[in-house]
């Protein structure tokens, strides 16, 4: 006799297959949630930084690298070009304005010299003949004025004698007439004698003034080819440090070559490079500080290099008070340079959550501190340390200011201890 049996409901088949039904639909429901927003994430606060906003005093500023140079550079080039004979001095050498650096060695220049010198004393020897010469014809002018003045003399002797005799009768009128014609012919010759004698005075003048002019710029010219000749042993133009010396013997430098540099010991400068998006916030008078030594000193701009090269321009910084002891040429400064005067601001010091957020919004934590949540915020200037809050905060909230690189979408975060 056969038995009926109850057949079962759910089978371990369709279980499994139920169970593989549910699972799916929980993953689409995760998906969903996840993809619509308000998730939230765990979070140590080991792991975070969490900072209160505060009113404070804030200024704006921006870092920049400095350098330490000497306060004056003096630049060495060649002034004339030649072969170098001989070091005078090394590359770090203390040195007095004219103490000798390098000798070189130009044979061309030191030709032109002799040459130069040569046209010298020919032309001094022709300015002594033309002298001698001029000096002979003026004698011998004078000699024929005195010839002719002793004439007048004795025409104008014999025409007074004559004049008398004639009023007496002692002699014709054709006696009279003779002396008289004698008599003016020589005063005639005295005046043509005393014109010739000023002509001749003022051509001497003239010639002498033209060859002692042509002499001057003879000479001037030999004293300007023995300072380009002196000028082949380099010397230090002030007191100071010889550095970057580039010269060997045996080398050829070619006239405007750079050869070194003169660094003047008397101070320091410091040159900074800054970013060209700044050039037109930056102008003389602006400061900046630094630490050194566990010390803070501060630092004034005297000069702005308006040329751009790479992205970057340079300015010159002084130091407003002492400069730091122990500071040497070359040294590395990091420098907080002021861009606006010190004001009252709310703020919130620098983080990661800049690079996600753009200053746009933050993760503020609740009052109990169990939780933080995203808040619109409006970010002002910035400095080294503290961003400026315009709106959003408030005085004594907490905010958290490290990365959020690893939140995602995340809207809620849960602290935990």
């Given at each position: 006799m056969d038995i009926l049996l109850e057949k079962k409901r759910?089978?371990?088949?369709?279980?499994?297959?139920?169970?593989?039904?549910?699972?799916?639909?929980?993953?689409i429901v995760f998906v969903i949630l996840s993809s619509m927003g308000g998730s939230k994430l765990n979070v140590e606060k080991e792991r975070i930084s969490i900072n209160a906003a505060e009113q404070g005093v804030f200024q704006e500023n921006i870092p920049v690298n400095g350098i330490v140079l000497p306060i004056t550079t003096i630049y060495l080039d060649a002034l004339e070009g030649g072969r170098v004979e001989e070091k005078l001095a090394e590359d770090g050498a203390v040195l007095k304005k004219g103490d000798p650096i390098l000798r070189l060695s130009n044979t061309d220049l030191e030709l032109s010299l002799i040459n130069q010198e040569t046209q010298v004393y020919n032309l001094l020897t022709q300015m002594q003949i033309s002298q001698n010469v001029a000096l002979q014809n003026t004698i011998n002018k004078l000699n024929q004025y005195t010839d002719v003045e002793s004439g007048l003399i004795e025409a104008k002797r014999v025409y007074d004698l004559n004049s008398r005799l004639y009023e007496k009768g002692a002699i014709g009128r054709q006696d009279l007439i003779k002396a008289q014609?004698?008599?003016?012919?020589?005063?005639?010759?005295?005046?043509?004698?005393?014109?010739?004698?000023?002509?001749?005075?003022?051509?001497?003048?003239?010639?002498?003034?033209?060859?002692?002019?042509?002499?001057?710029?003879?000479?001037?010219?030999?004293?300007?080819?023995?300072?380009?000749?002196?000028?082949?042993?380099?010397?230090?133009?002030?007191?100071?440090?010889?550095?970057?010396?580039?010269?060997?013997?045996?080398?050829?430098?070619?006239?405007?070559?750079?050869?070194?540099?003169?660094?003047?010991?008397?101070?320091?400068?410091?040159?900074?490079?800054i970013d060209e998006h700044y050039i037109s916030r930056i102008y003389t008078g602006q400061t900046g500080s630094f630490s050194f030594d566990g010390k803070s000193f501060e630092l004034s701009i005297n000069k702005v290099y308006t040329q751009v090269t790479n992205g970057r321009f340079q300015v010159d910084m002084q130091f407003s008070e002492n400069v730091p002891e122990g500071i040497r040429r070359g040294q590395t400064l990091q420098i907080r340079l002021a861009l606006s005067d010190e004001k009252q601001a709310l703020l919130i010091p620098k983080g990661g959550f800049f690079q996600q957020t753009g200053g746009n919004w933050i993760f503020k934590v609740s009052e109990d501190g169990n939780t933080a949540y995203k808040v619109d915020i409006t970010l002002g200037s910035q400095n080294t340390e503290y961003y400026e809050v315009l709106s959003g905060l408030q005085p004594g909230d907490k905010v958290i200011t490290s990365s959020y690189d690893n939140y995602g979408d995340v809207e809620e975060l849960i602290l935990k201890d």
């Open positions: 759910f089978s371990t088949k369709n279980l499994l297959l139920i169970g593989g039904i549910f699972l799916l639909l929980a993953l014609n004698e008599y003016d012919y020589q005063k005639e010759r005295m005046q043509l004698s005393k014109q010739i004698l000023s002509q001749d005075s003022i051509a001497v003048k003239q010639e002498k003034g033209q060859v002692q002019s042509s002499y001057a710029r003879t000479q001037n010219a030999l004293e300007l080819m023995r300072r380009k000749v002196a000028d082949l042993v380099v010397k230090a133009p002030v007191d100071g440090q010889l550095t970057s010396l580039d010269a060997e013997i045996g080398q050829s430098k070619n006239k405007g070559e750079r050869l070194g540099q003169i660094d003047v010991l008397s101070g320091f400068k410091v040159r900074a490079d």
